[in-house]
């Protein structure tokens, strides 16, 4: 099965990655992740997102003051019809910490997690190896598709 019909009807919430193979139009991957953003244009998919993936896009274009990259990201994570950005509040943090002490999970996988649940995702689309399950939540790694 292809990876766009694995996430389902959504929500789906995305890892930072993911933006940054979009934007920078990462070959091995872009194949596999153009299909969501279109189908999220059409309004046929909600894409999520955890405001904390803001601060880690626009760390590498700031560092080399790349303020044209930036504004690409912003503009993609804030403005793209289908993607909702979802803002950290105390309860995505309390959660984040129970998912931090019942998984080991580093903070910002706990945050994008938690960010997830909340917006009752059913899947959660990574390239990170060291996610953990989580109860309720499909986590999909993006690598394992570019190997079918």
């Keep these: ?42 309004g046929k998919l909600d894409l999520m997102v955890c405001a904390l993936t803001l601060l880690e896009v626009l760390v590498v274009p700031y560092r080399a003051g790349d303020l044209e990259l930036a504004q690409r990201y912003e503009a993609l994570l804030t403005r793209s019809r289908g993607v909702r950005m979802i803002d950290i509040t105390r309860n995505h943090l309390r959660l984040a ?14 945050l994008l997690l938690s ?16 996610m953990p399950a989580v109860s309720g939540l499909k986590i999909l790694q993006l690598d394992a598709y570019r190997q079918r």
Aim: glycine fraction near 4%; proline fraction near 6%; include cysteine.
């Design 1 to 42: 099965m292809a990876l766009i019909d694995d996430v389902g009807v959504g929500p789906v919430a995305l890892d930072t990655a993911i933006f940054i193979y979009f934007i920078e139009e990462d070959q091995r991957y872009l194949p596999l992740i153009s299909p969501l953003f279109s189908r999220a244009d059409e």
């Design 97 to 110: 910490a129970q998912l931090r002490a019942t998984t080991g999970a580093a903070t910002p996988d706990a």
């Design 115 to 130: 960010i997830s649940l909340s917006a009752r995702c059913a899947t959660f689309l990574t390239n990170d190896r060291r």
